[in-house]
């Protein structure tokens, strides 16, 4: 699996968010994309989801263009967004929040097998199966907005600002998962405002700012990087 972004153009009405931005995800890679706020991050990844129309560039996963399908149809491809403010049903029950996940697949004993994969990875969702996603914390929001996601079995998995208002500890528990989930084969994409842990996680990363691809390296490299240590990691 690569995903690649070419020199792509978003933007809202008359206003240009994204201005020619290419990255490239290689398959079972973890991607960052860093950079702070209102610089383009979010708005990549709902152009590849198809939640938003380029105005230019393509994208293309293993060669072929995505761009221009339907959001349902890239879920399908096995690409998988998790969105800023994770959007869970909060009316609904853990477990059927899980279920929706797998909506685009037959219902067969894999789907079971997953489920038991997603339990063993965030206990707490299987502890929790009954109780409304609503009454969950934020930490374990984020996990059944992650379990959710890894039930339509992604092939790459987009995660926005997953350790977004969450306590210290909750979001280093939220890092360790997105670690054991591309262990197991699935490749990341993380767009995160906390760049220390982004770098940390990615093989490789990119810095946005204002709509414009600044920096890219391996993530331990911009991790040293001067500009990134001031201006995205707040030392002097
Ligand atoms: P954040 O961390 O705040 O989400 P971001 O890097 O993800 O920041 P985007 O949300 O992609 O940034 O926003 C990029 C630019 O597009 C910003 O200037 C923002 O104001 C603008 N923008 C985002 N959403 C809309 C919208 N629905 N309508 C108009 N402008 C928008």
């Known amino acids: 699996m690569t995903l690649k972004v070419e020199n792509i153009k978003v933007a809202y009405g008359m206003i240009e968010a994204l201005h020619g931005v290419s990255f490239a995800v290689a398959d ?19 152009a590849i989801s198809g939640l938003l129309p380029l105005s230019g560039g393509r994208i ?48 067969d004993a894999t789907v079971e097998r997953d489920l038991g994969w997603v339990y063993e990875l965030f206990p707490v ?5 009954e109780q409304l996603a609503g009454t969950l914390s934020g930490g374990q929001q984020q996990m059944l907005a992650m379990g959710r996601a890894l039930m339509s079995k992604p092939r790459l998995l987009m995660l926005d600002e997953p350790s ?52 890219d390296g391996k993530g331990s490299e911009l991790a040293h990087d001067e500009r990134v ?3 995205y990691l707040g030392e002097e």
């Open 28 to 46: 079972k890679s973890v991607v960052g994309l860093i950079g702070s706020n209102g610089a383009g991050k979010t708005t990549a990844l709902k």
């Open 164 to 215: 977004m208002g969450l306590s210290p500890i909750m979001q280093d528990k939220i890092f360790d998962l997105a670690r054991e989930i591309n262990a197991s084969g699935t490749t990341l994409l993380l767009v995160e405002q906390n760049a220390r842990a982004a770098l940390e996680l990615a093989t490789h990363a990119y810095v946005l700012d204002t709509g414009a691809i600044a920096l």
């Open 229 to 231: 240590r001031k201006a």
């Open 125 to 129: 969702l299987k502890e929790r199966e």
């Open 60 to 107: 293309t996963l293993d060669g072929r263009d995505i761009n221009g399908l339907a959001p349902e149809a890239i879920v399908k491809l096995g690409i998988v967004h998790v969105p800023e403010g994770r959007r869970i049903f909060p009316r609904m029950t853990v477990r059927e929040n899980l279920d929706l996940g797998a909506f685009t697949r037959h219902r």
